[in-house]
Nanobody, 117 residues
Framework: QVQLVESGGGLVQPGGSLRLSCTAS????????MRWYRQAPGKQRDLVAA???????NYADSVKGRFIISRDNAKNTIYLEMNSLKPEDTAVYYC???????????WGQGTQVTVSS
């Protein structure tokens, strides 16, 4: 059974930082592209950052220079370090594991991030 378990969300003031973690089980983690998405109330789910199995990284324009995605294949874990947080970063953040070869796609349950004073 595949599980992606996110943690690290919470309430933070504007300008603050948070680090999200997502630990996977039931998959060969190093073969998967790992991605973070977010969904604000009433909006679609958007890609925030991705880290491919080959180590290629990309970010949404809205978070470039503020967020850092990284992975630890030995721990089956993906991280999202979020700095200089803004109220518009408020959303539920979801971890995603995708493998193009097998067209497999898995989601975590989401973790709430609220940026507010």
């Amino acid at each position: 059974q595949v599980q992606l378990v996110e943690s690290g969300g919470g309430l933070v003031q504007p300008g603050g930082s948070l680090r999200l973690s997502c630990t996977a089980s039931g998959i060969i983690f190093r073969l998967y592209t790992m991605r973070w998405y977010r969904q604000a109330p009433g909006k679609q789910r958007d890609l925030v950052a991705a880290n491919t199995s080959g180590g290629r990284i990309n970010y949404a324009d809205s978070v470039k220079g503020r967020f850092i995605i990284s992975r630890d294949n030995a721990k089956n874990t993906i991280y999202l370090e979020m700095n200089s947080l803004k109220p518009e970063d408020t959303a539920v953040y979801y971890c995603n594991a995708y493998r193009e070869y097998s067209l497999t796609n898995y989601w975590g349950q989401g973790t709430q991030v609220t940026v507010s004073s």
